[in-house]
T-cell receptor, first 110, second 114 residues
Framework: AQRVTQPEKLLSVFKGAPVELKCNYSYSGSPELFWYVQYSRQRLQLLLRHISRESIKGFTADLNKGETSFHLKKPFAQEEDSAMYYCALSRPGAGNQFYFGTGTSLTVIP | NAGVTQTPKFQVLKTGQSMTLQCAQDMNHNSMYWYRQDPGMGLRLIYYSASEGTTDKGEVPNGYNVSRLNKREFSLRLESAAPSQTSVYFC?????????????FGQGTRLTVV
């Protein structure tokens, strides 16, 4: 069965410090991995996807198939990065079901 | 382009009451979903619909029913609300285009069952 694990429920870092939000997954096939972000009182929105290998708002995430991880990183955290972050896995086909982790609440301390 | 629209935004129900959460998307997506969001538990899939006319159970379907009315609309019904169904409900839709998949979310419905 597919599963997405985010071990940290809460994470606090100081402004300007590096930040890493951890995500591990289990899936027997080749999933698509995503990071979604939810700012206060807003809807979830896509931050980035592994297939694009892009950097959004200074965030990057590398898919490590050996470690089945998709950690989200940013070298210098900003106050506006404070939000809830969800790692998600999509199973190709079968209606593109999305499975989400439990989320990590990031607080950037000024 | 409104994306995914949910109604209502807030609702308070008494135990045993019924209600339907409405969701509509204007992106011509085939797949639609209903999730509930609870503190410490993330988003859990209630039901999904891979295409018009089909629905399937997700992780936590008990106490809910869904209807894929047409390609645009996917409703979630609580037949007899229970306090355990107090949650924030999100509707989403997705499509895979040129190998890229993305789910788009509604703004959420905050439901309280007393």
């Amino acid at each position: 069965a597919q599963r997405v694990t985010q071990p940290e429920k809460l994470l606090s870092v100081f402004k300007g410090a590096p930040v890493e939000l951890k995500c591990n997954y289990s899936y027997s096939g080749s999933p698509e991995l995503f990071w979604y972000v939810q700012y206060s009182r807003q809807r979830l929105q896509l931050l980035l996807r592994h297939i694009s290998r892009e950097s959004i708002k200074g965030f990057t995430a590398d898919l490590n198939k050996g470690e089945t991880s998709f950690h989200l990183k940013k070298p210098f955290a900003q106050e506006e990065d404070s939000a809830m972050y969800y790692c998600a896995l999509s199973r190709p086909g079968a209606g593109n079901q999305f499975y989400f982790g439990t989320g990590t609440s990031l607080t950037v301390i000024p | 382009n409104a994306g995914v629209t949910q109604t209502p935004k807030f609702q308070v129900l008494k135990t045993g009451q019924s209600m339907t959460l409405q969701c509509a998307q204007d992106m011509n997506h085939n797949s639609m979903y209903w999730y509930r969001q609870d503190p410490g538990m993330g988003l859990r899939l209630i039901y999904y619909s891979a295409s018009e006319g089909t629905t399937d159970k997700g992780e936590v379907p008990n106490g809910y029913n869904v209807s894929r009315l047409n390609k645009r609309e996917f409703s979630l019904r609580l037949e007899s609300a229970a306090p355990s169904q107090t949650s924030v409900y999100f509707c989403a839709s997705s499509e895979t285009t040129a190998g890229n998949t993305e789910a788009f979310f509604g703004q959420g419905t905050r439901l309280t069952v007393v």
